[in-house]
Nanobody, 124 residues
Framework: QVQLVESGGGLAQAGGSLRLSCAAS????????MGWFRQAPGKEREFVAA????????LYADSVKGRFGISRDDIKTTLYLQMTSLKPEDTGVYYC?????????????????WGQGTQVTVSS
């Protein structure tokens, strides 16, 4: 089993920044590509960003491209999401996920393990 724990969520004003972190533990040998998803109140969970195992390929949702940056540490057990120019529509619970895929993937079913989520609230 892989455990994923997110941190760094909170309240921010529109135009502000937050940095999310996700720490992986347990069978980290099963952690390859990783990603961030979010779920706004009353909406389905949606893809935000993903990074390949080697960190050389990244994918972003159109809604966050140019504002968010995904990265991971060299030992590949910590994932980050730097969020800038935040908008009220970025509000939601942000989930970290890990996959056995080598390449970055957008689809939720491609991910094997999920964190519990961290709340991000952006006020206008």
């Amino acid at each position: 089993q892989v455990q994923l724990v997110e941190s760094g969520g909170g309240l921010a004003q529109a135009g502000g920044s937050l940095r999310l972190s996700c720490a992986a533990s347990g069978r980290t040998g099963d952690v390859y590509a990783m990603g961030w998803f979010r779920q706004a109140p009353g909406k389905e969970r949606e893809f935000v960003a993903a990074i390949s195992y080697l960190g050389n390929s990244k994918l972003y949702a159109d809604s966050v491209k140019g504002r968010f940056g995904i990265s991971r540490d060299d030992i590949k057990t910590t994932l980050y999401l730097q969020m800038t120019s935040l908008k009220p529509e970025d509000t939601g619970v942000y989930y970290c996920a890990s996959s056995r895929s080598i390449v970055a993937v957008r689809s939720g079913p491609e991910y094997d393990y999920w964190g519990q989520g961290t709340q991000v609230t952006v006020s206008s």
